[in-house]
């Protein structure tokens, strides 16, 4: 299941992070975020974190992995799996699967290193630059749970 939605500018994504965030702090969820460089990818996370109550400053964890906080509504995981690329990837596998489950949000940035094997139950969120100001975003779900976060924000 898929869903794609228009951004037109920063209100319109500010009004998609707050409906996801809500969807998500009922039963968590693992997305796998994929987009080209300056796509959006940490920008929409800080979003979602804003509407989760998250207080510490949310910046990408591009030289660090990963980036935890703990503040918010639900405990929100935030990955960069770019330095890692595919071989690196596969040693963290199994920590990532431990980061998929439970009422948490673990957002993952260049998933697409992860040679498919990041856990069933997800969100495939793919945000295309189309301007300065205009973005598309296109969520796909795989499983139940991430299906019924998808309808929600339709």
Known sequence: ????????????????????????????????????????KTAFTKLVCKYLGVKEKVTSPSFVILNEYKSGKIPVYHFDLYRLENEGVSTIINEL????????LTMVEWAEFSQNEIPFDRI????????????????????VKSESIIKGLE
């Open 1 to 40: 299941m898929s869903a794609s939605f228009l951004c037109k500018d920063i209100n319109d994504t500010e009004i998609l992070a707050k409906k996801f965030a809500d969807l998500v702090q009922e039963k968590g969820a693992f997305v796998c975020l994929l987009g080209d460089v300056g796509a959006g």
């Open 97 to 104: 699967d431990e980061y998929s489950e439970g009422k948490i």
């Open 124 to 143: 495939d969120l793919n945000i295309n630059y189309i301007d300065e100001t205009q973005r598309e975003f296109t969520f796909t779900a795989f499983g």
